[in-house]
């Protein structure tokens, strides 16, 4: 039977690319917003979620770390996908008939020496995909989108350039989200533990969590704060640890981090993921 997967964005956007790779041959649904991606999970209408959590240039998607915790949904997979842009051209065009690109101004930020280089004009778009989606419909060869060689598949583009963005480097971590735990055995390959917590308005009550983990061996690869409930009392912080809840070093650092928290939930066992 099909699954369905969802994504935030349009056919042929980059979180479309990211879950056809982890779920090849499946069905995807694409959606407006954020909430409504995990909502559909959620409901029932899509088997799995695949969302972006984190940019190596832009930092973390501040939405995803708002409404995962309370999203009831976990986290069974991650994959890393490589941001290569793309001047795609309508069929026939070439690249000295283009003179104005569009694209989402992220994007249009990334290619600034492409564009400035060819003296191009601007156009500021909702999305990547969905810019290439218009200006399949336009059909104007003086006028390009800035997406992904997806896109252009979708949209029966023509790639006028390829790799136009400033920075080689720029990756795009996603999580795969599931309506059931699937956790990840143990003793097969490395794995990734996320979780949330909370610390005590107390004294060096982070200092003294953080603490278990480094006396444990356990090795923290990300950690981020932000606030909940408009209170800037109550921080709450987003982890990645390497290791499995059964290892003995997570076991006596998850221990020690109970001693200072006031709220702990586990989003994700899982296998980690090469970054590219």
């Known amino acids: 039977m099909t699954k369905k997967i969802a994504f935030q964005g349009e056919p042929g956007a980059f979180s479309h690319a990211a879950a056809s790779n982890i779920f090849p041959g499946e069905e995807a649904i694409g959606c407006v917003t954020f909430e409504e991606t995990i909502a559909a999970v959620q409901s029932g209408r899509a088997d799995f979620a695949v969302v972006p959590v984190e940019n190596s240039l832009y930092g973390r998607v501040t939405d995803i770390h708002h409404l995962l915790p309370q999203s009831g949904l976990n986290i069974i997979g991650e994959t890393f996908l490589r941001v290569e842009l793309n001047l795609l051209g309508v069929p026939g065009a070439s690249l000295a008939d283009i003179k104005a690109v569009q694209s989402h101004t992220v994007a249009l930020g990334q290619c600034r020496n492409f564009i400035n280089g060819h003296s191009l004009r601007t156009i500021t778009g909702a999305d990547t995909a969905g810019s290439a989606h218009e200006i399949a419909q336009k059909a104007d060869k003086s006028v390009a989108a800035i997406a992904s060689r997806f896109a252009a598949e979708i949209y029966g583009l023509t790639v006028l350039a390829a790799n136009i963005e400033d920075a080689t480097h720029n990756t795009t971590r996603f999580l795969v989200l599931s309506p059931t735990p699937q956790e990840a055995p143990p003793d097969q390959g490395k794995v990734k533990t996320t979780f949330v917590f909370r610390v005590r308005n107390v004294p060096a009550a982070l200092y003294k969590a953080m603490g278990g983990f480094a006396t444990n061996g356990v090795n923290m690869t990300k950690l981020e704060s932000y606030m909940v409930g408009g209170a800037f009392t109550a921080t709450q912080f ?28 586990v989003l994700g066992v899982y296998p980690a993921a090469e970054s590219k």
Do not use: C, M, N, R
């Open 238 to 265: 987003y982890a990645d640890i390497e290791g499995h809840p059964s290892d003995i070093g997570v076991q006596h650092a998850f221990e020690e981090l109970g001693f200072f928290t006031d709220y702990f939930k």
